[in-house]
């Protein structure tokens, strides 16, 4: 698969879900920047269980891609995976598609990554963390959805300020820091300032730790300087869960789990129904899907035509 395809099949996961990692980053720049120094994917390390991927200066998509296919092939061999990336100059992109391919494979997938010094610790105004995304892809059998989570461990994505710049609207309050450390709902002062972190809480500050630490030092990513480094970093770990029995008694328990959630007893002042993860951004796609259309915003839309007439 050419860069070109697998990338547009990332960004349309994202669009057609709303998620920020769209086809914004392309009015942006930052879908694939093609590094004058970049040379072939390579492992590096390797056992029967693992490998780590040297991503040669190409883009975060085609490393984490080839990562996926190894984690895939090692798993289903030996019952679980461990795979990391370094040195690509760009993000995955919406990390849950590959937790969704993983677990389309009936294998449980946990990722991680890391990108340049976006998002302060809690209680510091200085950008040290990057958005840090995890996804957790869980499969359904033969018949079921797999569920996926996917997230930042900030407390908005830097592609979503991205989005909001583009699209010329403000950011939601409390989400970020401009360079003097004022909270500020400019996504232009954002950008220049710092992200804050999940829930503005010392957890989402200690769980973003920990994939700069999973995603980036484990794998041998830039730690410090990662915006001159171009080194960013990223995980991958699948999991068959036959490895603790029958794949139809995880399958079982699986289903009363996600049923119980589904029918818990609702708070006062709740109408809506309570959704698992992925299923409001599923039902979104599905609906765009059979339209066969997707809605954007008028800058967003003169942003891509720019692009569009520059050659891009």
């Avoid at 090692?74 to 100059?89: D, E, Q, Y």
């Avoid at 996600?258 to 299923?279: F, T």
Wanted: charged share 20%; aromatic share 4%.
């Amino acid at each position: 698969m050419t860069i070109v395809l697998m990338g547009l099949q990332v960004l349309m996961y994202a669009q057609l879900r709303d998620n920020s990692q769209g086809i914004n980053k392309v009015a942006v720049g930052a879908f694939i920047k093609r590094e004058p120094t970049r040379t072939d994917i390579s492992i590096t390390h390797e056992t029967k269980l693992s490998a780590l991927v040297h991503g040669g200066n190409n883009a975060g998509i085609l490393a984490y891609a080839r990562a996926m296919e190894l984690a895939i092939q090692k798993a289903s061999a030996h019952g679980m995976s461990i795979v990391g990336t370094n040195n690509s100059p760009t993000g995955t992109a919406a990390l849950g598609y590959y937790a969704r391919h993983v677990a389309s494979q009936g294998l449980i997938a946990l990722c991680f990554s890391t990108n340049p010094e976006w998002v302060a610790p809690h209680g510091s105004m200085q950008a040290i963390f990057g958005t840090n995304p995890i996804a957790i892809g869980i499969p359904r059998g033969l018949n079921g959805r797999p569920l996926v989570l996917d997230m930042a461990t900030a407390a908005y994505s830097y592609g979503a300020l991205n989005k909001h710049k583009v699209a010329g609207t403000s950011i939601p309050p409390g989400v970020a820091l401009d360079p003097q450390g004022r909270a500020t709902l400019d996504p232009s002062e954002a950008l220049k300032g710092a992200i804050k972190v999940m829930g503005d809480s010392h957890k989402g500050s200690h769980l973003a730790l920990m994939v700069e630490v999973l995603g980036g030092a484990l794998v041998g990513a830039a730690v410090e300087g990662k915006h001159q480094a171009k080194n960013w970093g990223n995980m991958m770990l699948a999991i068959d869960p036959q490895l603790l029995g029958p794949s139809e008694d995880f399958e079982e328990r699986l289903h009363i789990v996600l049923n119980r959630v589904k029918g818990a007893k609702k708070a006062e002042g709740v109408e809506g129904e309570i959704l698992l993860p992925s299923e409001r951004g599923d039902r979104l796609a599905a609906q765009r899907e059979a339209a066969n259309e997707i809605e954007v915003e008028r800058n967003l839309l003169a942003a891509l035509e720019t692009r569009a007439a520059e050659g891009w």
